[in-house]
């Protein structure tokens, strides 16, 4: 897969699975444009992904949910188009109906739904132009139900249903829109809701030992997949929700 030429904006691609993404697309000659709240974590990204390919990167220092309209102009700004976005940048919160709040709730909704849907927005002129596509990047927590981290879960299945709808509004102006839905993947986002690196190891040995493969899934993989559907090889592609999860959808 080659994207020699391509403009692709990649939300929260400081570390995890936005980062992996950067990281695998600057080997295939994309001209990235990054964004992401650690402006330490984003610049060390950047330097590592123009090591690839020579190709440097964007890096924006931005939050998405405050800075939609900046990130799109100063990425259309600095290459002259947008060929892909990949809509990455997510907060989780745990929590049920009994025992969580309407501000985390709404900080929760405000990353994983609002500001794709204005992101989205923004990026449609662009994308129509250069009949791009976008990868949402959602979760298989938007169909299994759970009382672990019911707003996340919501956000999620709202990410899932948002990608359907674009895609048939997309579909005659060439842009396809697409979703992958990880499962679990062992990034910084568990560290972000404040478990010690015991409680986490402890949470991943429990998750990992449901898991029909017994494995959680690598970055790299969910990036590869991203790839791919930003490619020219899923030109027929759109509408769809793509399982990445080692068999846990299966239990």
Do not use: W
């Amino acid at each position: 897969m080659e994207f020699t030429d391509k403009v692709v904006l990649i939300t929260g691609a400081s570390s995890g699975i936005g980062a992996a993404t950067a990281i695998y697309l600057s080997k295939q000659s994309a001209r990235l444009v990054l964004v992401g709240r650690n402006e330490k974590n984003l610049k060390r990204i950047a330097l590592y992904c123009e090591k690839g390919k020579g190709i440097k990167p964007l890096p924006i220092t931005a939050d998405v949910t405050k800075d939609p309209e900046r990130i799109i102009s100063a990425a259309v700004e600095h290459f002259g188009k947008l060929d892909v976005l990949v809509n990455n940048a997510g907060v989780i919160g745990m929590g049920g109906i009994k025992n969580s709040t309407m501000e985390s709730y709404d900080k929760i909704m405000s990353t994983n739904m609002r500001a794709v849907y204005q992101l989205t927005m923004l990026a449609v002129p662009h994308l129509t132009e250069s009949k791009g596509c976008i990868v949402n990047v959602s979760c298989i927590s938007s169909t299994k139900p759970s009382t672990m981290a019911l707003a996340y879960n919501v956000s999620k299945a709202a990410l899932d249903h948002f990608t359907k709808c674009v895609a048939l509004e997309l579909a005659a102006d060439g842009v396809r829109v697409n979703s992958i839905n990880p499962g679990f993947v062992k990034t910084n986002l568990l560290k972000d809701i404040g478990l010690t690196e015991e409680q986490l190891e402890l949470f991943v040995k429990n998750v990992v030992g449901n898991m029909p493969l017994k494995k959680p899934v690598e970055g790299d993989e969910v990036a590869a997949f991203i790839a791919y559907l930003a490619s020219d090889k899923a030109k027929s592609i759109t509408g769809s929700n793509f399982v990445i999860d080692g068999g846990s959808l299966l239990r």
